[in-house]
């Protein structure tokens, strides 16, 4: 009997094992392939009898070389940073009073025009980029990262702000009560006390927005044609995919280098985007 | 309680001046913190939203003027063509098959994430890489692992036995095989996201109710089926609509890896706007193609106030 329960037991540990271990490769695969092709000389890559999985030539950093000094990657990626940041700016200085108001000022409102707001999130790009080019061509925008700036926002908004709202409610408002006996204004008790404790949600907010701009495919590839002022997410599918003949090694590389690092900082955020996704349906 | 906050300032002797006099005055406060990000979402979303209505209903192309209304006539243009009509059938079987994949592998994911086990936080770390990771990019590592040529996947199965010498299928250049890939790309994408909500629902259901559960000696599955299922409901509805949303909308994987083909194939609304509308320059008719996607967005819509309200009630 108790060799049976163990068994049992063995067997759906190991069961569990398995399942875990399947998802993660499923998951994690593509990234462990860019990053081993990344090393590899183009000779290696490109002989069918090798074993994909191994090195037969010394590992190189040429791809790599290649990607900043003979492509645009750096530009692009300086290009990313710079739109990541000013969309940031203005998604903070709209999103963050626009929560909080919600969460305080506007009584029984506030709760349907926060869900109001947040369905705005889900009209999607391919919906509003045909009028939204015409629009950014008629403010002779096109081709510049000024249209990337001005359209972007309209995706982070809506969601920050229901983020924010969230968080701000999550604050006690005796907190503000209190500082307005001791002679704040709203704004001074908004500005004094609650936004120095909600550092954590302005980050989440900062770290969601910046990511979804790394993300955006869909407006950058209709706004914008010349390659110089392409973000990393446009510019890698599209420029280094030169014809038939792929550049395997750098493009990996590329990928690598632009999906990683920002994925394990998002990483420390997640469950309080998943608190946001959730509409309230987990308490 | 104005009044008393009023009075409080005038005994601690603060400055009554008229700016400290609105900043106090909540009904206007309200409106003006609100103000911007609501004009915004209007200039940006809304006037956007009503400019796509009436370039539906016009003859604007890219290269003109022109602004003439033509009624339905790209409507009904549009609708009889072959590419639209593969294009909305490719478009529910791209969206609905990966949704449910991901919704039942989510769920899958989700239990088996729930218990604690060593190294957690680098499964958890890694089976979310798909979802934050650029969609473009994610996808461009695909394209490498499918290549018609250097497919790892070939590679692997060959070496394995599984296939032959003669077996070496072209993931994206065969009909059925190009959507199965792009589907499966879509999978991978949205299953984090799946996971990680079902997760929040999972670890929101009360210890007790477990506990009570297997006090009755309910088994795995009954327990599963009976407590735990009903239970996640809400909240993979939740996780099904932005799949859905992000679905059905997206045309990022396709144009990376098909770029609709092989002879439309894998099209969808979203990438047939894109195409009719901005590289072939026909606004009107790209207008008119996106437009197809409002009713499911409002079908998301209702779905997500009736999930809202019911948890206010709650």
């Known amino acids: 009997m108790a060799t049976l329960y163990r068994m049992k037991r063995w067997l759906a540990d190991g069961a569990h094992f398995g399942i875990v271990a399947a998802f993660t490769t499923f998951a994690a695969f593509p990234f462990y392939w860019m990053l081993i092709t990344t090393f590899k000389r183009t000779t290696d890559l490109m002989n069918r009898t090798h074993n994909p999985f191994l090195f037969h030539e010394p590992p190189t950093l040429e791809h790599v070389r290649v990607l900043f000094y003979d492509t645009l990657y750096g530009r692009w990626l300086a290009n990313t940073a710079l739109v990541g940041v000013l969309v940031v700016a203005i998604t903070l200085v709209l999103a963050v009073p626009a929560g909080y108001a919600l969460a305080r000022l506007t009584g029984r409102w506030g709760e349907r025009l926060g869900i109001g707001i947040f369905l705005t999130y889900l009209v999607p790009p391919t919906l509003l980029f045909i009028p939204l080019f015409r629009v950014v061509v008629g403010l002779n925008l096109q081709d510049t990262l000024w249209s990337l700036v001005l359209v972007y926002p309209s ?119 998943i608190a946001g996704f959730t509409v309230g349906a987990v308490k | 309680m104005e009044a008393v906050k009023g009075e409080a300032r005038v005994l601690l002797g603060a400055p009554a001046t008229r700016f400290s006099y609105l900043r106090d005055r909540e009904e206007w406060l309200g409106p003006l913190m609100l103000g911007p990000a609501i004009l915004y979402i209007i200039l940006v979303v809304g006037f956007p939203f009503f400019l796509a209505l009436y370039y539906s209903v016009s003859d604007i192309t890219l290269g003109s003027r022109s602004l003439g209304f033509v009624g339905l006539k790209n409507f009904t243009s549009v609708i009889q063509t072959t590419k639209f009509k593969t294009s909305l059938q490719n478009t529910f079987v791209f969206a609905i098959v990966s949704q449910i994949l991901v919704l039942v592998l989510g769920n899958v994911l989700a239990l088996a994430l729930q218990k604690d086990f060593r190294g957690k936080w680098l499964v958890r770390l890694l089976i979310l890489l798909p979802w934050v990771a650029p969609i473009s990019l994610g996808t461009i590592g695909w394209l490498w692992i499918v290549d018609s040529i250097y497919s790892v996947i070939n590679w692997t199965l060959r070496a394995l036995g599984i296939f032959g010498p003669k077996t070496w299928p072209i993931w994206l250049g065969v009909p059925h095989l190009a959507m199965g890939t792009v589907i499966t790309v879509q999978v991978w994408r949205l299953l984090p996201l799946a996971t990680v909500i079902i997760l929040a629902g999972l670890s929101s259901i009360p210890r007790d109710i477990h506990d009570a559960a297997a006090m009755d000696g309910a088994g795995f599955w009954r327990h599963y089926f009976q407590v735990t299922m009903p239970l996640l409901l809400p909240v993979s509805m939740v996780a099904l609509l932005f799949g859905l949303v992000f679905t059905f909308t997206d045309m990022t994987v396709i144009y990376v890896l098909t770029r609709g083909g092989p002879y439309d194939t894998t099209q969808v609304l979203a990438s047939l706007a894109f195409f009719t509308g901005v590289a072939g320059g026909d606004l009107a008719e790209g207008a008119a193609i996106s437009l197809f996607l409002f009713p499911l967005l409002l079908a998301a819509a209702i779905g997500f106030l009736r999930i809202a309200r019911r948890s206010e009630v709650v």
């Open chain 1, 155 to 273: 995706f982070t908004v809506p969601f920050s702000t229901w983020l924010l709202m969230g968080f701000f409610k999550a604050i006690p408002s005796d907190l503000e009560d209190a500082a307005m006996i001791d002679g704040y204004s709203r704004l001074g008790a908004f500005a004094k006390i609650v936004m120095p404790i909600s550092i954590a949600g302005i980050l989440t907010v900062v770290i969601f927005s910046f990511t979804l701009v790394m993300q955006e495919f869909v407006y950058a590839l209709t706004f914008i044609s010349p390659a110089s002022q392409y973000t990393v997410s446009v510019g890698v599918p599209t420029f280094l995919v030169h014809g038939d003949v792929y550049f395997w090694g750098s493009l990996m590389a590329g990928c690598f280098i632009a999906s990683v690092p920002i994925a394990i900082v998002y990483n420390f955020f997640v469950d309080r985007f």
